[in-house]
């Protein structure tokens, strides 16, 4: 049974840091790219970052790049989110997800990823 978990949200200031973890079973996991996506309210959900399953690849969209750093650790079948330099902003329910297609460094639809978790919420105030 695949599953997918995802942990560490909570409240940050303005600036603050968060790390999102996703604990993953089920499926071969170093076989998947691997994904966070998030989703405010009133908004549609947006790919965040995404990785490659060497981890030799990755996707960020263009809001969050020099701020998060997506990475993996496939010994424990674990993806990490590292958030620096939060903004109100980024304020949103994350998810973790798992594909085995990579759509390349450009984008990440969340259309290809068929299996999600539960979500984190973030919450960043001012």
């Known amino acids: 049974q695949v599953q997918v978990v995802e942990s560490g949200g909570g409240l940050a200031q303005a600036g603050g840091s968060l790390r999102l973890s996703c604990t993953a079973s089920?499926?071969?996991?170093?076989?998947?790219?691997m994904g966070w996506f998030r989703q405010a309210p009133g908004k549609e959900r947006e790919g965040v970052s995404c990785?490659?399953?060497?981890?030799?690849?990755?996707y960020y969209t263009d809001s969050v790049k020099g701020r998060f750093t997506i990475s993996r650790d496939d010994a424990k079948n674990t993806l990490y989110l590292q958030m620096n330099s939060l903004k109100p902003e980024d304020t949103a329910m994350y998810y973790c997800?798992?594909?085995?297609?990579?759509?390349?460094?450009?984008?990440?639809?969340?259309?290809?990823?068929?299996?999600w978790g539960q979500g984190t919420q973030v919450t960043v105030s001012a």
């Open positions: 997800a798992a594909s085995r297609f990579w759509s390349g460094p450009r984008s990440c639809p969340s259309d290809r990823f068929p299996y």
């Open positions: 089920g499926f071969a996991f170093d076989d998947f790219v």
């Open positions: 990785i490659k399953w060497s981890g030799a690849s990755t």
